[in-house]
């Protein structure tokens, strides 16, 4: 079997970003509102008092110091701190379809292929913008592309994910090349009333050509030497939204139907699941961590990936070795591992090995370890 080979990135950053302050001064005038609508109840101690957010809590738990969006004006309006995104009439490009679109154009260009080239596109992401049809088939059509395309969602790990099926694809004949695209809107389903969750996640749009070696003729490619995956079932993160709440109207506005999570816990469960699935992956391709350049890791949390690096290593992990990006775009779910791949991989000379991880939702794990041509 010839190599397969990651041959070129895409990344679609919206315009628009909020700073911490920004968005911690919306939630505070929201919670004083909410506070002084319910001062009765509060002061004869029927219910607790809403608390601040603050600047320094965030950077300091997470890591992350702003985060772009789609819509900033709805999500700072403190009465309505949701993104304002008009529905399109049927006949117009979706949202997703438009980013995606943006992020996929540039990944075939440094790819050096024109949409004839590719086969299939893999949609993969936390929220899908409708239920049918498949956002990849109108990406495939907005594209050029002939052949087939679908979407999946794996949650954090859905680009991870896609990267495995499409070098099976490719692996097994059922396509030359196969376009990834990771339209990540996290905004429009993060609830910017939770305290514990508003500073989190930021819109963004991946994506990746994946093609045979024999094919690729970009200056920079990566070949998959392994993929490895790992799901176990847990409520820490979850999303109760579906096409089935209409069913049941006493759940309707409740908070589960947005992002939800028990954040102290995923942290503490996760890391060392990653880690020990990046030495053993790494192991079973007979390598070892010392031979890594680099680790692209998942960018939930700096804290989180600083640790997994320690895990992993031995010793603490460089900058460069572990490069954040969620301190600019926050958590922006299966894309942000890619985002790290996609601004820090220039100055890899061939031979090089790397891992590009996710983490998230399910609970779900995907590594890849890649190896510069
Ligand atoms: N401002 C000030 N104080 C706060 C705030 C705030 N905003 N929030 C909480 N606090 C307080 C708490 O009340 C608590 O106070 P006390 O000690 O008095 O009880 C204190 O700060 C500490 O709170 P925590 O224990 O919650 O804080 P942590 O240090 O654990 O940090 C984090 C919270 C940042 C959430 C951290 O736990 C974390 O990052 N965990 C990992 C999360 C993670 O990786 N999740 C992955 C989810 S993403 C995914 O899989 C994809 C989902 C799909 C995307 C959908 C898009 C919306």
Redesign the pocket.
Known sequence: MSAIVISGTGLFTPEQSISNAELVESFNTWVDSANSANAIAINAGEQEPL????VE??EK??GIKSRYVIDKTGILDPERMAPRIPERPNTEPSLQCEIGVAAARQALSMAGKTPQDVDAVLVAC??LQRAYPAMAVELQAALGIEGWGYDMNV??SSATFALQQARDSIANGSARCVLIINPEI?????NFRD???????GDVCTAMVVESAETATSESQFEILGARLQTSFSNN?R?NFGFLNRADETGAGQPDK??V?N??K??KE?CPMVAEQIVAHLESLELTPEQLKRMWLHQ??LS?NQLIGKRVLGREASAAEAPTILDEYA?T?SAGSVIAFHKYNDDFASGDLGVLCS????YSIGSIVLRKV
Do not use: E, P, T, Y
């Open positions: 608390q601040h957010s603050s809590f965030i738990a997470s936390s929220n949650a954090c996290c905004s429009g389903h993060l305290r514990d969750a508003h500073f989190i996640f993160i999303n947005l992002f999570q954040g102290r995923v942290f996760v939930a949390n989180m958590n779910s983490f998230g939702a399910g």
